[in-house]
C-alpha cells in the first residue's frame, strides 16, 4: 500500500503543471485560438515567480508575479494571433523562442548565472516518498491544479462567458451576428489561457524553490498533446493529463531497475503521448474556427 501510495503522489505532483497548462489551453482553443504557446506562458510563469519570490521573500507575491507574466506573453499572443491576424502557429513558436530566451538573458542579469537561480521561498518540501504525500496536501497549488479543470469545465459549459467562447471557436461570423464581440471573448480566453499555464510554471518554480534554464522541458507540448486527446474536453483533457503523468511516474521508478536499457525507460511519457495522439487525432473533431485568422 504504501508503494501505490507513493505513486499516486508523485502521479498528482508531476500532473499538476499539465492540469493547469492544460486547462487554459481548453479554453483558449475552444475559442479558436491555436495553444501552441503553453510552453512559453509556463517557462515565463516559472521565471517572473521566481524573481517575485527572491526578491519579496514571500511565496505568495511569486504567484502573483508568475500570473503576471503568464498574462503579459497571453496577451502578446492575443495581439498578434487576434488584433493583427498572423499566423498562429507561427506566433507561438516565436512565442516559445522568446520566453526561453528572455528568461536565459533574465537569469544571467538577475542571478549571474546561465543555469539556475539561487534557493528562493516556496511551497514544496524535500524529503523521502512517505512524506510526499503531507507535502502535497500543504502545497495550495496542488490543490488549485486539481480544480482547474473542473472549474474550466463549469465555465465553458455552464456559463454565458463559456457559450460565447464555444460560438466564438466553432462559427464566429454567426456569433458575431447575434451581438457576440468576437475579438473580445478572445481575447479574455488567451489571458485566461496565459494566467492558467502560467501557474503551472509557478508551480514547478516555487516547488522545486528555483528556477533552471528551460525548466519547463515540454510540459506544455505534451499539455497540448493532452488536450487533443481529450478532445478538446476539459474533463477528457485533465484525465490524460494524469495518464502522461502516470507513464512518467513509471518510467522514474523503473529507472532504477537491472536489465533495461535507460534510454528506453526515458522514452515511455513520449511514446505513449505520440501513440495517444496519433490514435485519436484523426478521430477528433477541433473546433472549426481553430487557427483560421479571417474575420
Not at 521566481?50 to 511569486?62: A, N, Q, R
Not at 499572443?77 to 491576424?85: E, G, Q
Not at 502560467?198 to 528555483?210: I, K, R, T
Not at 484525465?239 to 507513464?247: E, I, N, R, V, Y
Amino acid at each position: 500500500m504504501t508503494e501505490i501510495a507513493a505513486f499516486i503522489a508523485q502521479t498528482i505532483r508531476i500532473a499538476i503543471p499539465y492540469l493547469f497548462a492544460a486547462s487554459g489551453g481548453v479554453v483558449a482553443e475552444r475559442a479558436g485560438v491555436v495553444s501552441l504557446t503553453l510552453e512559453g506562458f509556463m517557462l515565463t510563469g516559472a521565471f517572473a515567480a521566481t524573481l517575485g519570490s527572491f526578491y519579496s521573500g514571500s511565496p505568495w507575491i511569486g504567484v502573483l508575479c508568475g500570473i503576471g507574466g503568464g498574462l503579459l506573453f497571453g496577451l502578446i499572443h492575443a495581439v498578434a494571433s487576434i488584433r493583427y491576424r498572423a499566423d498562429q502557429i507561427v506566433t507561438g513558436i516565436a512565442i516559445n523562442l522568446l520566453a526561453v530566451g528572455l528568461t536565459r538573458f533574465f537569469l544571467l542579469m538577475a542571478f549571474d548565472s546561465s543555469s539556475n537561480s539561487p534557493r528562493v521561498p516556496g511551497f514544496g518540501i524535500t524529503g523521502d516518498a512517505a512524506s510526499l504525500t503531507g507535502a502535497l496536501l500543504r502545497n495550495p497549488l496542488v490543490w488549485l491544479g486539481l480544480m482547474a479543470i473542473p472549474a474550466v469545465a463549469w465555465l465553458v459549459h455552464y456559463t454565458p462567458f463559456g457559450l460565447r467562447v464555444r460560438a466564438v471557436g466553432e462559427h464566429p461570423a454567426a456569433a458575431e451576428t447575434l451581438g457576440v464581440p468576437v475579438k473580445r471573448v478572445r481575447y479574455l480566453a488567451v489571458a485566461l489561457s496565459g494566467i492558467l499555464a502560467g501557474l503551472g510554471g509557478v508551480y514547478l518554480a516555487l516547488d522545486q524553490h528555483q528556477f533552471t534554464d528551460s525548466m519547463t522541458a515540454g510540459r506544455g507540448f505534451i499539455a497540448l498533446a493532452a488536450i487533443i486527446f481529450g478532445r478538446w474536453e476539459p474533463v477528457r483533457a485533465g484525465l490524460a493529463c494524469l495518464l502522461f503523468a502516470a507513464a512518467e511516474t513509471l518510467q522514474i521508478q523503473l529507472q532504477g531497475m537491472q536489465g533495461i536499457p535507460s534510454q528506453f525507460v526515458q522514452m515511455i511519457p513520449y511514446v505513449l503521448t505520440i501513440v495517444a495522439v496519433g490514435g485519436f487525432v484523426a478521430r477528433s473533431t477541433p473546433p472549426a474556427a481553430l487557427g483560421k485568422t479571417e474575420d
